[in-house]
Structure formats: structure tokens, C-alpha cells
């Protein structure tokens, strides 16, 4: 396969994440990089050995010199997708784009008009899509083995640290700063649902609050910081055992520590948890974001889905169940558990594990989204290499779709309705 070159906007957690997995399969050459954060270009030019003049402090200088390469990944924060995404679909690059596309329809909107305005490949990082899992599960449906899908019950169990780490103390904790939690974190389910079931619904609606992490909910005599905290040792969202417990395993070691500290040692991340946000008492932070919420979908011929985001459950993959006229289906995001009403049988389908480690892989970022960002990686460049975007599972278009979903869930939730799309 003709080898992709590919410039990276946003070199932190995300940007480093695919670009190490095009080098690995050697699908994809990493000739630039644009980032503010020096420590972080120049990780970039020593892995990648990009030239030190095509590592860049911003997507704006990456761009003033016109392309210079076949796709590009934007993987900047949340509220810098738009202006990057449109400059360089206008320069010609496919995109690989991180989800959500943008934190406004308008915005979205502009992104998919400069797509298909310049003709360009551009897929939204909806890694979810690109899971053997996910091709699994819909592969019983295509094939009837369910029948007709009546109604999805669907769990996002986002984890108690994980949401204390990104949705209370990081960078995703505000609204104003990053996105509601439906759109930072849960985009990712219900572009997921639409595709299982195939269209968009017709109607939502949805409830959530922030129900946990706030001054209220404060122990007494519970410090500021978790390292001058005397009940810190009884606390679930203790920072030192968390990020502490990080040091020594280099999966971990990337995701979430990277996140607090580039350091490697106790004494880094003690530095950082008495210095920065990670070290933060969870009540006594500045977050917004919903820490339950439901959605509730009706689809055109009466089917119906309802899908739960919970911060107080372990991280583990989602659950899905999946109720259809002729049978069901329990999904954990490992196997597929398949009850045929026709016969009684029960089948039990294990998805593919992935070829190098021979195990289904976790669902958190450091274990690559139960291998979703292989998956997504892997078709990107093939869609590029080969002008084949049927290779990719959603286009621009299609993700200004379901993120609409996204934004009339979250109208239904604040103000209490029922939306129609
Ligand atoms: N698909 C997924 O499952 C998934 C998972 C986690 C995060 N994300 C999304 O990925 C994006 C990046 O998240 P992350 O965890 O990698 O964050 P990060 O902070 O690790 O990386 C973002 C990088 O963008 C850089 N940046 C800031 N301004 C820039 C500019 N003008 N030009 C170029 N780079 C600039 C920052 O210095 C930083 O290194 C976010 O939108 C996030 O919501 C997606």
C-alpha cells in the first residue's frame, strides 16, 4: 500500500496516539507537527525524525506554508477544531478530526461544508465505529438474526476516577472551556447507537444533573488539595493514589498521567499534584459537567433506545442489550450473548482479539478504545492511499448528523422537552 505522509496538529495524548500507529504499521510517514508545548514537538521530531523545520509552535504556521503533506490529524482541545479543520480542507488535506467535531452546530456545519466544498476525505475520530466488536453486533443485525430491533438498552460506565481525572479536575470539567458532558464524552454513544440502528431518531429527550462533585458534597475537614487532606486515605477520588499508583506501568504511565505530569518519578507527580489542577479536592474544583445523565431516542417506526452515562460505576467497556422480534442480544464489549426466541438457543460470540497481543482490548484511551483506534487509524490511511472513502464508517456529513442528535438531547435536558429532529 502507497505510504501516506501525514502532518499532526495537536501533539499531545491524542495526536501522539495515531500518529505512533501509523509509524508501527508503517501505513502512515509523520513528516510535521504543529504545537505550542516545545517538550511535546519535540518528542514528535525525535520518534518521528520529522525535520526540525516542519515542527511547528501552531496550526497557523503549519498552514502558512501551504501543504505539505496527503492527510492531516486535528487533534487539538475541543474549542480549536473549527478554524484549524476548515484552513486546511481549503489546503486540500484529508482529515482525521477529533471528535466532537466542534462544541457548536455552527461551527460543525462550517467543518462539513469545507469537506465537501474541497473534496477531501474527512473522518471524525468516532473510534467506536472501527471496533471488531461493533462490526460484530452489527453484523447480527444485518443478518436478521434478531429480527426486527425493537428497543437498545445502552451503559456508558464512565468510571468514578476517570470522571473525577477528565470531567472534574481536567481538562473537560467546564462547559464553557470544553463541551457538556454529552458532547465531550457521550458523543461518542449515540454516534454509536445511530449506527447500530442505522438512521437518526426521530424524537429525544433527557435528564442529568451534576449530582456529586461540588462544594455541598464536601466532608468536613476535607483540605483543598488531596495532599494536605486528612481524610484523603478514605476518599474514592484521592489524587496521590491514583496518579501514585500510575508510576511503573507504562500503560498507565501514559494515560492519565501524561495528562499531570511529563515526569516519571514520586517526586514529579507530588510536585504536580501540589501545584496543578490533578491534585485538586473534587469538591472544591471549578467543574459544571453532568456527572449522570439519560437520553431517551424514538426512532420513525416506534423503536426506542434508552442510553445511561454514569461517572459512579467502574471503567469498564459499555453494555448494550438488544431487544428484536425474533431474539436478543447481551453485549459487554467483549462477547455477544445471542438468544434465538425461533429455537431457544443460545449462542455465545467472542469478537476478534487483536493480532498482537491475542486479547480484547480495554476500553480506556491507554488501552486504545477496545481497539477502535487502530481500527480507525488503519482505514484512515487506507482510505487515503487508495481514494477509497468507502473504506472509512462515517463521513463529515454523517457525524454533523449524529452530533445534531447530541445537541437536541441536550436542548431536551435544559429545557425539559421533548425535541423532534
Ligand atoms: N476519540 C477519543 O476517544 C478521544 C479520547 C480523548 C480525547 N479526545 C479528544 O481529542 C482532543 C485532544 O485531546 P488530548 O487528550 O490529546 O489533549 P492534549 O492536551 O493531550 O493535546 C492537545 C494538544 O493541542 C495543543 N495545541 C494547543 N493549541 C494549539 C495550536 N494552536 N496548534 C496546534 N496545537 C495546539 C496543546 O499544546 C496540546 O499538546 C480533544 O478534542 C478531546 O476531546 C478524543
Known amino acids: 500500500m502507497t505510504e501516506v505522509t501525514l502532518a499532526v496538529v495537536g501533539g499531545g495524548l491524542r495526536g501522539l496516539t495515531y500518529a505512533r500507529r501509523a509509524h508501527h504499521t508503517g501505513a502512515g510517514r509523520v513528516v510535521a507537527v504543529a504545537d505550542p508545548d516545545p517538550l511535546r514537538r519535540a518528542i514528535f521530531v525525535e520518534e518521528f525524525g520529522i525535520a526540525p523545520d516542519r515542527a511547528h509552535a501552531g496550526w497557523e504556521d503549519l498552514a502558512a506554508g501551504g501543504r505539505v503533506a496527503d492527510a492531516v490529524v486535528v487533534a487539538t482541545h475541543d474549542r480549536l477544531h473549527t478554524e484549524p479543520a476548515v484552513a486546511l480542507a481549503d489546503l486540500g488535506y484529508h482529515i482525521l478530526l477529533e471528535k466532537p467535531m466542534s462544541t457548536t452546530e455552527q461551527e460543525a456545519t462550517r467543518i462539513a461544508d469545507a469537506a465537501r466544498r474541497n473534496g477531501i476525505m474527512l473522518a471524525v475520530c468516532h473510534v467506536l465505529r472501527y471496533t471488531s466488536y461493533t462490526r460484530a453486533m452489527r453484523g447480527l443485525l444485518e443478518d436478521g438474526r434478531i429480527g426486527r430491533l425493537v428497543n437498545v438498552q445502552h451503559l456508558e460506565p464512565v468510571g468514578w476516577w476517570h470522571q473525577a481525572h477528565s470531567f472534574v479536575r481536567g481538562h473537560w470539567r467546564r462547559q464553557d472551556t470544553s463541551a457538556p458532558m454529552l458532547l465531550a464524552k457521550a458523543c461518542h454513544d449515540i ?12 424524537r429525544v429527550s433527557s435528564f442529568g444533573s451534576l449530582s456529586h462533585f461540588r462544594p455541598e458534597d464536601r466532608p468536613a475537614g476535607a483540605a483543598d488539595r488531596c495532599l494536605d487532606c486528612p481524610i484523603e486515605p478514605s476518599c474514592p477520588y484521592s489524587a496521590p493514589r491514583l496518579y501514585l499508583g500510575c508510576l511503573g506501568d507504562p500503560s498507565s504511565e501514559f494515560w492519565p498521567l501524561s495528562a499531570v505530569t511529563p515526569g516519571r518519578t514520586e517526586a514529579d507527580v507530588r510536585e504536580a499534584l501540589r501545584t496543578g489542577p490533578y491534585g485538586r ?44 422480534t425474533h431474539g436478543y442480544v447481551d453485549g459487554d ?78 436542548q431536551a435536558r435544559l429545557t425539559g422537552t421533548v425535541v423532534t429532529l
Open 191 to 202: 454516534d454509536w447507537l445511530v449506527h447500530l440502528f442505522g438512521r437518526p431518531p426521530a
Open 281 to 324: 479536592c473534587v469538591y472544591a474544583c471549578d467543574n459544571d459537567v453532568v456527572d449522570h445523565q439519560e437520553v431517551l431516542m424514538e426512532f420513525d417506526d416506534g423503536a426506542t433506545c434508552s442510553f445511561t452515562m454514569s461517572a459512579f460505576s467502574p471503567m469498564e467497556h459499555r453494555r448494550t442489550r438488544l431487544f428484536g
Open 333 to 410: 464489549g467483549r462477547t455477544l450473548r445471542l438468544v434465538d426466541f425461533r429455537t431457544g438457543a443460545e449462542e455465545t460470540i467472542t469478537v476478534d482479539a487483536d493480532e498482537a497481543t491475542s486479547e480484547v482490548q480495554g476500553p480506556s484511551a491507554a488501552d486504545g478504545h477496545g481497539g477502535g483506534d487502530e481500527g480507525l487509524t488503519d482505514a484512515f490511511l487506507a482510505a487515503v492511499a487508495s481514494g477509497d472513502a468507502g473504506l472509512l464508517r462515517s463521513d463529515a456529513d454523517e457525524s454533523l448528523m449524529t452530533h445534531r442528535v447530541v445537541w437536541a438531547a441536550e
